[in-house]
């Protein structure tokens, strides 16, 4: 067996993933390389670059180092039946910490204190709408990992939660209650604060349109830490021009990177940061960790069983 690593950041863990896992074990150090080596691996336990995919035609399993799986499923696969299993639950953490960081940043305005800090003005009338999350209603829009994470670490705040899925379990937990993403509008309209935790798919793309931004409250924050293309960005700029929404915390956005022309840059109920919500000190350690125990699996029944991604759902 095979096992071909994609991943710098695994080069000082070669040997003990080489023992864990009884493997042949190879490092990549860069897509040439991987490029090369990709025809003869039976497993991928890294990064996944179009050219690599394509030339791995041996490939059962793909573990892939990040939640999102989009552009691995739009790429060609040299084995059309390769298993792709992603990175969730590594994120959740990070991600929902941003999240609530981008939250109250812009209750308390703290964005524009850092900017007097940093033009060395001490002004406390800095003429925002201070605000608490006593007794709001926030909506968590993809109640999978990173939306029950968020929801965690909000409930100690006194929120109402209500979470939206695909397909509620009822087994969620935090929200007060979850329900499918096809009564979203129901509730739009009742939202203090809209969450977006969705992963990028043909049905989440655009979803938060112009039809959808007019119906919130106007008082009403989204913080997106999902991904950009759920919002179209003219129809974001028009709410928030427009007044049918309070405020906006960005970690993604669409186009992404942002154009430097951008209305959003400069409106100061705006706070962009360069997706990096999930940047982590135990990215690699996580990743390790669901790799072996699907290696378990893969060793016992021939196929993975944590995080699989569906393709038809994309993800």
């Not at 892939?64 to 959740?92: C, K, Q, Y």
Request: charge should be negative; glycine fraction near 10%.
């Amino acid at each position: 067996m095979r096992l071909l690593l994609t991943w710098n950041a695994l080069a000082e863990d070669v040997d003990m993933i080489r023992e864990a896992t009884g493997a042949e074990v190879v490092l990549a150090r860069d897509k040439e390389e991987a490029v090369r080596l990709a025809p003869t691996a039976d497993v991928i336990f890294g990064l996944a670059a179009a050219e690599v995919l394509k030339a791995a035609e041996k490939c059962r399993w793909l573990q892939i180092i990040f939640a999102g799986a989009e552009r691995v499923l739009a790429a060609e696969w040299g084995n059309p039946d390769m298993v792709v299993t992603n990175a969730s639950g590594i994120f959740g953490p990070p991600v929902a910490e941003h999240a609530v960081g981008l939250l109250l940043a812009l209750n308390r305005g703290i964005h524009l204190s850092r900017d007097n800090q940093l033009a060395r003005v001490w002004e406390s009338n800095i003429n925002w709408q201070f605000r608490e999350l006593t007794s709001v209603v926030v909506g968590i829009l993809g109640f999978g990992d990173l939306g029950e994470q968020v929801a965690k670490r909000l409930a100690g705040f006194g929120c109402e939660i209500i979470g939206f899925r695909r397909n509620p379990t009822g087994e969620e937990r935090y929200a007060k209650a979850v329900y499918p993403i096809a009564e979203f509008d129901n509730y739009l309209g009742q939202l203090d604060y809209l969450i977006g935790t969705l992963p990028e798919t043909a049905d989440t793309i655009g979803f938060l349109h112009r039809g959808r931004l007019q119906k919130m409250q106007s008082h009403a924050m989204i913080i997106n830490v999902g991904r950009g293309s759920l919002i179209p960005h003219g129809d974001l700029v028009e709410a928030l021009e427009k007044g049918w929404i309070g405020g906006v915390g960005l970690d993604v956005t669409n186009p992404e990177p942002l154009s430097a022309e951008s209305p959003l840059w400069e409106m100061t109920n705006v706070l962009i940061t360069p997706h990096n919500a999930g940047y982590t000190p135990f990215h690699k350690t996580r990743a390790i960790s669901i790799f072996l125990e699907n290696w378990g699996y893969f060793q016992k029944e021939g196929i993975p069983r944590i995080n699989v991604v569906n393709p038809k759902l994309g993800y």
